[in-house]
């Protein structure tokens, strides 16, 4: 059977439309996330969950007071996603809960810079989020929250020049230097210890992470015969620091400082004496979900919430340490 010219073109033409037709069909079936005033009378709601990591037990302790705080909650449910340490998986995690159309979602970025696109892009798409301890470049998300850490580290490097009495040899164990708290711990550091005669002899980024202290603390002690002081921006650091001059009988020789403070680690191991101090990070995981609640209800909640710290040392972790002013 021929087909004329005129016939192909109406056949083509309405094929055209009929695709077109079914393209607008998808993107308006698409599931969009709820304004403020229609969140506000839902009765249920999902909370997408993005952390970096794991691998680190203050991060197990962010998550686990997430969930202790949300499982009260009538029609709230929290979806977790662990990131394991790889940037580009947080984002897809990301994008994942943006697709999902999840009501709020909170963050814990593994790196500012990467992470800022893809926040930005959920805020682009109406899902309120709140950055939970390490902070993304500029203002794209609802809610940041987290202690100040050059504070924290400011606070330990004063610490660290009284009880050296203005002098020393020092090893800093740095966190991941692509992430704001190991940035502003350094900066706040450096502060704390500026005009005094200590001399930081050996410096390196461990990621967090204690095996990866030990390794460096390793590196430390085969090129220095006198370290007077480890300064960690972590617990987990810190311990990785102690286990390396245990092994090399040199523990007792020099103190031993982290950042985190978490009972069943940082806090025990200043009473066991393992730390001379600790300073603590809070998780930040309960005043999450209470922000959370608000946002989702349709009140206002500020663009920041500092949390406060505490110095925990051998004089007073009995009485639960000293809060930072």
Request: glycine letters at 10%; hydrophobic letters at 40%.
């Amino acid at each position: 059977m021929k087909i004329g010219y005129s016939t192909l073109i109406r056949f083509s033409l309405a094929a055209a439309f009929s695709l077109l037709l079914a393209g607008c069909g998808q993107s308006t079936s698409t599931p969009q996330t709820a304004s403020p005033p229609e969140r506000s009378l839902k009765s249920t709601f999902t909370i997408g969950m993005s952390q970096c990591n794991l691998g680190e037990p203050w991060r197990v302790q962010m998550n686990e007071d997430i969930r202790k705080a949300a499982d009260p909650q009538p029609g709230l449910t929290v979806v977790f996603k662990d990131a394991q340490n790889d940037t580009l998986k947080q984002r897809a995690h990301v994008e994942e809960f943006v697709s999902a159309g999840v009501d709020l979602l909170i963050i814990s970025p593994k790196e500012a810079q990467p992470l800022t696109e893809p926040v930005a892009k959920a805020m682009n798409a109406g899902i309120p989020v709140i950055v939970l301890d390490r902070r993304l470049i500029g203002d794209r998300y609802t809610c940041f929250i987290g202690a100040d850490n050059k504070k924290i580290g400011r606070a330990a490097g004063e610490w660290i020049k009284q009880k050296l009495g203005g002098k020393g040899t020092v090893v800093e164990l740095k966190g991941l230097m692509t992430s704001t708290p190991g940035q502003d711990r350094h900066t706040g550091f450096r502060e704390g210890i500026a005009g005094s005669a200590i001399e930081v002899i050996f410096e390196a980024d461990m990621k967090w992470l204690e095996p990866d202290a030990r390794k460096e603390m390793e590196s430390a002690l085969s090129r220095f015969n006198q370290i007077d002081l480890v300064y960690a921006h972590n617990d987990p650091g810190a311990h990785g620091a102690y286990l390396a001059a245990k092994a090399a009988g040199r523990e007792k020789n020099m103190l031993f400082v982290g950042i985190d403070a978490l009972p069943q680690e940082g806090v025990a191991y200043v009473s066991q004496g393992i730390l001379s101090a600790t300073l603590q990070y809070p998780t930040g995981g309960a005043e999450a979900i209470q922000t959370a609640l608000k946002i989702l209800k349709g009140e206002s909640v500020p663009k920041e919430i500092v949390l406060g710290s505490r110095l925990f040392t051998k004089d007073n972790v009995a009485t639960g340490g000293q809060v930072l002013p």
